[in-house]
């Protein structure tokens, strides 16, 4: 079974990762497997991490080429993998009856394509194996994590079409666990890695790490970031975060392929570099920063204005008399003119306010952003385009006349 390809971008030769020592020693091992572990399908390959609390992938490392894309159905059946014993891998049991879907690693849509209609549904129909299943919060899987799916998908840069993708698990220290009856519990992954690696429309080799959360606090003595972060956000980060966190270790070339930096900025700066670990929070896909581009000015640590509470759906529609509250927890009075919300789709309204007094609040009537009942992103800016501070909410907190609130009352 053909399985993943370390020649299929041209020009480049992208080896399988390889494992650090700790590990190497808790992968699944067969003489079924080519090299002993790695399990291959249709276009892609899976290393299964089988420490007992874990059974899930390492890493499934994928291609795909988006010119030979076909619409398929959705006919394959989940399965296990005679390759691996029952005990390596999590079975049926591990997603029945509990809020977790059987994510897909590498997505069946994607895997979709062919030279003909009949391969391209076989390719598609072969990633209903349980090695390529992760127990995934149904709120993530169908939404954030869809979303980045989409974007690797239909990512506009690749020159010829031709994308690599390695997609796998996190573990923190303190991850959530479920116990089906009968069976040893299983750790829920408290988040998940995407790494794209292509050739950009200047023929050079092009890699964009991402890092999903669907557990945070699990995460939270591993996290490099100062800053407070969300659950079911996207961030892109630098490879090297990814190694650290699951023990991959990639081929060299992606490294330095790779546009976010993990300890040195550049020399002047010219990128405007905030801080290393570089983690950049993903609200939509002009965020996502490509080699050499200005990151924008965050200054979410340094001015203390924060956004509060809105008012999402004051009649069970998407518009009229929606409101975003904010307020100056600094001991100065800020200037506030010119400064603008912005939401996912980009829209923008100038503040009514100029001046805030501190420990003051000011309630934003909006009239151009139209707050979204299924989830949205607002984000904060000053009058030099500096973000001051930025929220989330998801369709679930949304309810008819009552406020979504961002900052507990016990926090202001």
């Given at each position: 079974?053909?399985?993943y390809?370390?020649?299929?971008?041209?020009?480049?030769?992208?080896?399988?990762?390889?494992?650090?020592?700790?590990l190497?020693?808790?992968?699944?091992?067969?003489?079924?497997?080519?090299?002993?572990?790695?399990?291959?399908?249709?276009?892609?390959?899976?290393?299964?991490?089988?420490?007992?609390?874990?059974?899930?992938?390492?890493?499934?490392?994928?291609?795909?080429d988006?010119?030979?894309?076909?619409?398929?159905?959705?006919?394959?059946?989940?399965?296990?993998?005679?390759?691996?014993?029952?005990?390596?891998?999590?079975?049926?049991?591990?997603?029945?009856?509990?809020?977790?879907?059987?994510?897909?690693?590498?997505?069946?849509?994607?895997?979709?394509?062919?030279?003909?209609?009949?391969?391209?549904?076989?390719?598609?129909?072969?990633?209903?194996?349980?090695?390529?299943?992760?127990?995934?919060?149904?709120?993530?899987?169908?939404?954030?994590?869809?979303?980045?799916?989409?974007?690797?998908?239909?990512?506009?840069?690749?020159?010829?079409?031709?994308?690599?993708?390695?997609?796998?698990?996190?573990?923190?220290?303190?991850?959530?666990?479920?116990?089906?009856?009968?069976?040893?519990?299983?750790?829920?992954?408290?988040?998940?890695?995407?790494?794209?690696?292509?050739?950009?429309?200047?023929?050079?080799?092009?890699?964009?790490a991402?890092?999903?959360?669907?557990?945070?606090?699990?995460?939270?003595?591993?996290?490099?970031?100062?800053?407070?972060?969300?659950?079911?956000?996207?961030?892109?980060?630098?490879?090297?975060?990814?190694?650290?966190?699951?023990?991959?270790?990639?081929?060299?070339?992606?490294?330095?392929?790779?546009?976010?930096?993990?300890?040195?900025?550049?020399?002047?700066?010219?990128?405007?570099?905030?801080?290393?670990?570089?983690?950049?929070?993903?609200?939509r896909?002009?965020?996502?920063?490509?080699?050499?581009?200005?990151?924008?000015?965050?200054?979410?640590?340094?001015?203390?204005?924060?956004?509060?509470?809105a008012?999402?759906?004051?009649?069970?529609?998407?518009?009229?008399?929606?409101?975003?509250?904010?307020?100056n927890?600094?001991?100065?009075e800020?200037?506030?003119?010119?400064?603008?919300?912005?939401?996912?789709?980009?829209?923008?309204?100038?503040?009514?306010?100029?001046?805030?007094?501190?420990?003051?609040?000011?309630?934003?009537?909006?009239?151009?952003?139209?707050l979204?009942?299924?989830?949205?992103?607002?984000?904060?800016?000053?009058?030099?385009?500096?973000?001051?501070?930025?929220?989330?909410?998801?369709?679930?907190?949304?309810k008819?006349?009552?406020?979504?609130?961002?900052?507990?009352?016990?926090?202001?």
């Amino acid at each position: 079974m053909t399985g993943y390809n370390p020649h299929f971008l041209n020009g480049f030769t992208i080896e399988f990762p390889k494992l650090s020592s700790n590990l190497s020693m808790t992968v699944a091992r067969s003489d079924e497997l080519r090299e002993g572990y790695i399990a291959d399908y249709p276009n892609f390959s899976i290393v299964i991490n089988a420490d007992e609390d874990k059974r899930s992938a390492a890493v499934v490392a994928f291609q795909f080429d988006q010119t030979l894309f076909k619409s398929t159905k959705r006919r394959g059946k989940w399965r296990m993998d005679y390759r691996f014993d029952d005990f390596d891998v999590l079975g049926p049991e591990y997603y029945y009856q509990n809020p977790y879907d059987r994510g897909h690693l590498a997505r069946r849509s994607t895997a979709g394509f062919g030279q003909t209609q009949t391969e391209a549904q076989r390719n598609a129909n072969e990633t209903f194996y349980y090695t390529n299943a992760a127990l995934q919060h149904a709120n993530l899987n169908q939404d954030e994590w869809l979303s980045l799916e989409e974007y690797a998908r239909n990512l506009q840069d690749a020159q010829d079409g031709k994308v690599l993708s390695f997609n796998g698990c996190i573990y923190g220290d303190t991850d959530r666990s479920i116990t089906p009856d009968g069976l040893p519990i299983a750790r829920v992954p408290a988040g998940f890695f995407k790494v794209l690696a292509f050739v950009n429309q200047e023929g050079e080799l092009e890699v964009r790490a991402f890092i999903q959360y669907q557990d945070r606090e699990a995460l939270r003595d591993k996290q490099a970031s100062r800053r407070v972060g969300y659950d079911n956000v996207v961030y892109q980060t630098s490879l090297m975060e990814v190694e650290e966190l699951t023990g991959l270790i990639f081929d060299p070339k992606m490294y330095s392929a790779n546009p976010l930096f993990f300890s040195n900025q550049p020399d002047g700066n010219p990128m405007n570099v905030v801080d290393t670990p570089e983690r950049i929070e993903i609200t939509r896909n002009e965020d996502i920063i490509s080699p050499g581009q200005t990151r924008k000015t965050i200054r979410d640590d340094d001015v203390d204005v924060y956004l509060i509470a809105a008012l999402v759906n004051p009649d069970g529609v998407d518009a009229g008399n929606e409101w975003v509250s904010m307020i100056n927890l600094s001991g100065n009075e800020i200037d506030m003119t010119g400064w603008t919300l912005v939401d996912r789709a980009s829209k923008r309204e100038q503040l009514s306010i100029t001046k805030l007094a501190p420990g003051a609040s000011h309630v934003q009537h909006l009239s151009v952003i139209q707050l979204n009942n299924n989830g949205d992103t607002l984000e904060l800016y000053d009058a030099d385009g500096a973000r001051i501070d930025w929220v989330i909410y998801q369709e679930k907190e949304v309810k008819a006349g009552k406020p979504v609130l961002f900052m507990e009352p016990t926090s202001l």
